[in-house]
């Protein structure tokens, strides 16, 4: 794959009309430019994928012992794909950069363009929403949204584990099982909803519609439609949630219906993440391998920046991991009780 031709500073320059030494006084945040230039400048880096003076040393020299792992936020799952991938870069030469880039639309574009090439020399990057195949640096992908068609990819198989953690719902007797979605537009998400309505196809059980939700694994909107599933009037028996953070959420709004977890609603997530087993109780989920993840992304960007001929897709098996919050059925369905809302105090006078 041909990287794509670097931004230079001189391209910036001309497609602004300012001269040179104008666009390195905005790239270098020095006064004596106007602010409507300024501005205006800051839109064409942008529009442009300049990649700025963030390595001046690196730049001159033309080489960076820097590798990325870029997110768009530092929560469970990157975190321990950031430790595997840790593991993987020692004794390497390259050191470790883990960048945020901020949960928005293009963040990943943004984020090769300001560290692509000056300060990092290739980037692993978590769950991409949005990447040309042609990148300035070498790339790997980890549970790209789109799936593995672009770049080079690293993910887990979400289909299987989601029949996994379905079928050992459906063992234990359970037929009113809810479904907690996450992204739409996310492959893995599509993957693990398909798992699940396969496996209630496979043991003849159809899937109500309306015990299928998406949280787009936001923990707040995860608990507001774990107590709408828990006041319907025939609600579920068992929930599995596409990732432990909105399955933990559906265990404590269970808690607040006055509900027993496993005795009268059981849970099952997905990912494993360290929170899984620290919870009270401890979460049954679908573990999918995390950090080795991270060592195999980074271990494949070491190829490609080495000229390593190797296949371009890695697809990890999960693992059902059985622990405290799975059971049959009760024999008597629980109503749920919704916590009582206090009314607030009047205020003064």
Do not use: C
């Amino acid at each position: 794959m041909e990287p794509a031709p670097r931004v230079k500073m001189a391209d910036v320059a001309a497609k602004a009309g300012v001269s040179v030494a104008t666009v390195s006084k905005v790239v270098n945040g020095r006064y004596g430019v106007a602010k409507e230039t300024v501005e205006l400048v800051q839109g064409v880096i942008e529009e442009m994928g300049y990649a700025g003076n963030l390595s001046a040393s690196s730049l001159r020299m033309q080489q960076t012992n820097v590798l990325g792992i870029l997110v768009a936020s530092f929560e469970p799952f990157s975190a321990e794909l950031i430790k595997g991938a840790a593991a993987a870069a020692e004794g390497s030469g390259y050191e470790l950069l883990a960048h945020s880039g901020g949960d928005t639309h293009g963040w990943e574009r943004r984020s090769l363009a300001r560290l692509g090439g000056t300060l990092i020399a290739g980037a692993v990057i978590v769950t991409p929403t949005v990447l040309d195949a042609r990148t300035v640096v070498p790339v790997v992908a980890v549970d790209p949204h789109y799936g593995p068609n672009r770049l080079p990819t690293i993910d887990a198989d979400s289909f299987t584990g989601a029949e996994q953690a379905t079928d050992h719902l459906i063992s234990l007797g359970h037929t009113r099982i809810a479904f907690l979605g996450g992204r739409s537009e996310l492959d893995s998400a599509h993957l693990r909803e398909a798992g699940f309505r396969n496996a209630m196809a496979e043991a003849g059980i159809p899937v109500d519609p309306a015990l299928v939700r998406e949280t787009r694994y936001v923990p707040d909107r995860a608990s507001a439609v774990a107590r709408e599933l828990l006041s319907l009037e025939d609600r579920p028996t068992a929930i599995f949630a596409a990732n432990d953070v909105t399955a933990i959420r559906a265990v404590e709004v269970a808690h607040e219906f006055g509900l027993r977890v496993p005795e009268d609603l059981s849970v099952v997530g997905f990912d494993d993440v360290p929170d899984a087993a620290l919870a009270s109780p401890a979460l049954t989920t679908v573990r999918q391998p995390m950090q080795a993840m991270g060592a195999a992304a980074m271990t494949m960007l070491l190829d490609l920046i080495n000229g390593v001929e190797r296949e371009h897709h890695v697809r990890m098996s999960t693992e059902l991991v059985v622990r405290g919050t799975s059971a049959a059925p009760p024999t008597v369905l629980r109503r749920a009780t919704p916590p009582a809302v206090e009314a607030s105090a009047p205020a003064d006078a």
